[in-house]
């Protein structure tokens, strides 16, 4: 049976949203095709459009989107810098974010900017390393989008093992549930029917639990000092 497409109030909802964050029609359908693999709202379903509504607040209206980030380097960028988020170590997912990280890194102020190869290979290569010291990501020999966001997806499950949050059947093999969840969650039979946008489901999906889980370790610790 098919999931119910998105309705027009919802339709409406991530037009407005959207509008508040400063996207153009160019960028918005960029957005929402990297949030649910459709570059029409009318294409998307009731479910998913719930899921972009969520992001497009929590970029915050008028601070979030920065246009002209269609370059190799910055979509790699954004994709990394997406991944810290659902990771819970960036605080702010925006682009806006992002350029200040690049800007520290590298000393530019927009991704445009990189036009020499090793400037923006090294801020890349800054991000990865970031996430794997700090976000556990064993990044693969495999290069494929695939390879690196099923990569994010394991490191993510087992901060959400740490945490207690997730119990794994057998001790010994803390992913062992990981596929049945991810499988559950993207409406997939197995790894071989994921497309990028269905990892990018699941790692939103983590990451609401993880970010979820590390607000209520903070506070449980902000309790405990006081």
């Not at 009731?46 to 209206?61: M, Y």
């Not at 190799?72 to 170590?89: D, F, N, Q, S, Y």
Request: glycine letters at 10%; a positive charge.
């Amino acid at each position: 049976m098919n999931a119910p497409h998105a309705t027009p109030k919802q339709i409406g909802t991530i037009h407005g949203l959207a509008a508040k964050a400063g996207m153009d029609e160019e960028t918005r359908r960029d957005f929402l095709a990297r949030e649910t693999g459709h570059r029409s709202c009318k294409e998307i379903s009731a479910a998913q459009a719930d899921r972009v509504i969520d992001t497009l607040r929590e970029l915050g209206a008028g601070r979030g989107a920065v246009r002209g980030l269609d370059t190799p380097v910055a979509r790699k960028l954004r994709a990394l810098w997406i991944a810290g988020w659902c990771l819970g170590l960036v605080r702010d997912r925006t682009d806006r974010a992002m350029l200040s990280f690049l800007e520290r890194q590298t000393g530019v102020t927009h991704t445009r900017f990189l036009v020499d190869a090793g400037a923006g290979a090294a801020a890349i290569e800054g991000l990865k390393r970031w996430l794997a010291r700090d976000g556990g990501v064993k990044w693969p020999a495999d290069a494929s989008p695939q390879a690196r966001k099923r990569a994010v997806l394991e490191a993510q499950w087992l901060k959400l093992v740490e945490l207690g949050e997730v119990k794994p059947f057998i001790q010994s093999r803390p992913l062992g549930e990981l596929p049945d969840y991810a499988f559950r969650v993207a409406s997939r039979n197995g790894w071989q029917h994921f497309e990028p946008q269905h990892y990018d489901i699941v790692m939103q999906a983590l990451g609401r639990k993880l970010r979820g889980a590390l607000a209520r370790k903070a506070e449980a610790a902000k309790a405990g000092a006081a």
